[in-house]
């Protein structure tokens, strides 16, 4: 059974970074595409970035330039390292593992405060 669990959510002032984490059980993960979507209030799941297994990335443009996604197969874990937060970045961010079918986690908050 897939299970994904992700944390390094909090509460940053903008301008500041933070690094999100989403750890993988299952046994698939190093030969899944891991992705980290997004939701804000009243708005819809959004794509921010994916990684394919042999490491090819892709941002939303909103994104580009300020965040960097990345994984660690050893240790089943995908990365969203988050520079540069705007308040538009508040959302609840979830990560989202491909494999034959979709798997998510629970998310986790940012909220980007002035």
């Known amino acids: 059974q897939v299970q994904l669990v992700e944390s390094g959510g909090g509460l940053v002032q903008a301008g500041e970074s933070l690094k999100l984490s989403c750890a993988a059980s299952?046994?698939?993960?190093?030969?899944?595409?891991m992705a980290w979507y997004r939701q804000a209030p009243g708005k819809q799941r959004e794509l921010v970035a994916t990684?394919?297994?042999?490491?090819?990335?892709n941002y939303a443009d909103s994104v580009k330039g300020r965040f960097t996604i990345s994984r660690d197969n050893a240790k089943n874990t995908v990365y969203l390292q988050m520079n540069s937060l705007e308040l538009e970045d508040t959302a609840v961010y979830y990560c989202?593992?491909?494999?034959?079918?979709?798997?998510w986690g629970q998310g986790t908050q940012v909220t980007v405060s002035s």
């Open positions: 299952g046994g698939i993960f190093s030969i899944s595409t």
């Open positions: 990684i394919t297994s042999r490491g090819s990335t």
């Open positions: 989202r593992l491909n494999f034959v079918r979709d798997y």
